[in-house]
């Protein structure tokens, strides 16, 4: 039982049943019926004066009828008041024996005391005990408290952990540019403090990612500027023209690239129902017609929500990245379970396992060494990522037995 909520629930319950059963134990043993040397002495000064008052004994002249008979009461007999009883008239100076019984059919108990001549006194004994139905009104009883503890733990429990569901919530509402959404702040002092301190969170954190975002635009867009003047100066050097230009070139694209992720943070497309296979299939033969090595092994149809020019930009990254990286990648499209999974073999050296993990990191290079003429900026894989996740997707990376990359894309499919 890891949840919370269901802990508060069994620790209210146990403990109030716990607390009222033991007041109602300690009730029962406090007003229950009395002991039997108690009640039997009453009863036992009854038989005393109703015996003189039986015909035929010494003082017994002029009495009122009383009840005789040829046998003793019937039902089982109660031993334990029985033997009070007798002590009782034995210590009083009566030669007399009683036996005290109980009869299902009646409540409360029945003296039968001996009588010469093979004759019985019967004495009615008051019950003072609990009520014949006790069990099934203690029954009931906890019953009723199990249900009352039940929905005041219930309740207290929701209010209890009221804060910690706002934080979940909070947390479940993240958008894609990392914000969180603006939590109303009502409720008790507990609940808004919680509340207006997530606002506060949300409010640096937007402020930060959009000093971030404004700081790599004007970087980018500023570098711009000396990198065209540098280009104008290069073209009337003799020496080393191609390799100024070069790096002008690969300077170029870096600060493209940095704008364009940016801009991928920011801008957002209207989401829609996005035929995936149709969609892989004009990348393909754009990526073809380009020259690039990619092929399609099978093609589901599914249908995924997304923006439609954005999940082709970040799908065209992550086969452009594996046909140039891999030499040639291989493109399927599986719908299965409610679910599209896409995947991009290619037949390339990999990324060495513990860089994995970097993979998606702006301006990330396997091997820069290797890999200096390859054009781009490391951020094709960035770019992708965060396009992805923006519309509810994943993306993974891992090493293919026998060699290459593959790259999975798993979205929620829609019916």
Request: hydrophobic share 45%.
């Amino acid at each position: 039982m890891r949840s919370l909520r269901r802990r508060l629930i069994v620790l209210l319950v146990v403990s109030i049943v716990g607390v009222v059963g033991l007041a109602t134990i300690v009730a029962i043993k406090v007003l229950g019926g009395p002991s039997p040397e108690r009640s039997m002495g009453p009863v036992a000064r009854q038989i005393q004066l109703m015996v003189q008052l039986v015909p035929g004994h010494p003082a017994g002249a002029g009495a009122a009828p009383i009840t005789i008979s040829d046998h003793r009461a019937d039902g089982f007999e109660d031993r334990e008041h029985t033997q009070v009883l007798n002590e009782i008239l034995h210590r009083d100076g009566l030669d007399l024996s009683a036996i005290v019984s109980r009869n299902p059919d009646r409540p409360g108990m029945v003296a039968s005391v001996s009588l010469p001549g093979n004759r019985w006194m019967i004495v009615d004994v008051p019950d003072f005990g609990p009520p014949r139905d006790a069990w099934f009104v203690l029954s009931g009883w906890i019953i009723l408290i199990v249900l009352g503890a039940t929905g005041v733990a219930i309740y207290f429990t929701a209010v209890l952990v009221r804060p910690l569901e706002m934080l979940e919530t909070a947390v479940g509402k993240i958008g894609p540019d990392g914000v969180l959404a603006t939590v109303p702040e009502e409720g008790s002092a507990e609940v808004r403090a919680t509340a207006h301190a997530l606002n506060q969170l949300s409010a640096r954190l937007k402020t930060t990612m959009e000093s971030r975002m404004r700081l790599v635009a004007a970087a980018g867009h500023d570098l711009r500027t000396p990198m065209t003047r540098m280009r104008l100066r290069a073209e009337f050097l003799d020496e080393d023209r191609e390799k100024w230009l070069h790096d002008l070139d690969e300077l170029d694209r870096i600060a493209d690239s940095a704008i364009r992720l940016v801009r991928e943070e920011v801008n957002q497309d209207a989401v829609e129902a996005v035929e995936l296979d149709r969609l892989i299939r004009d990348i393909e033969t754009e990526m073809t017609s380009l020259g690039h090595a990619v092929s399609i092994d099978h093609l589901d149809w599914v249908s995924v929500k997304a923006g439609a020019l954005g999940l082709r930009r970040a799908l065209r990254n992550l086969i452009v990245n594996a046909a140039t990286h891999g030499r040639g990648c291989v493109v399927a499209l599986t719908a299965l379970n409610g679910q599209a999974a896409l995947t991009i073999a290619d037949r390339g050296p990999g990324i060495p396992p513990d860089l994995l993990n970097k993979a998606f990191e702006p301006f990330f290079r396997a091997d820069p060494a290797r890999t200096q003429f390859i054009p781009g900026a490391g951020l094709g894989l960035a770019i992708a990522k965060e396009i992805i996740e923006r519309y509810g997707g994943t993306i993974r990376l891992e090493n293919r037995q026998g060699g290459g990359l593959l790259q999975t894309v798993v979205f929620d499919a829609v019916s």
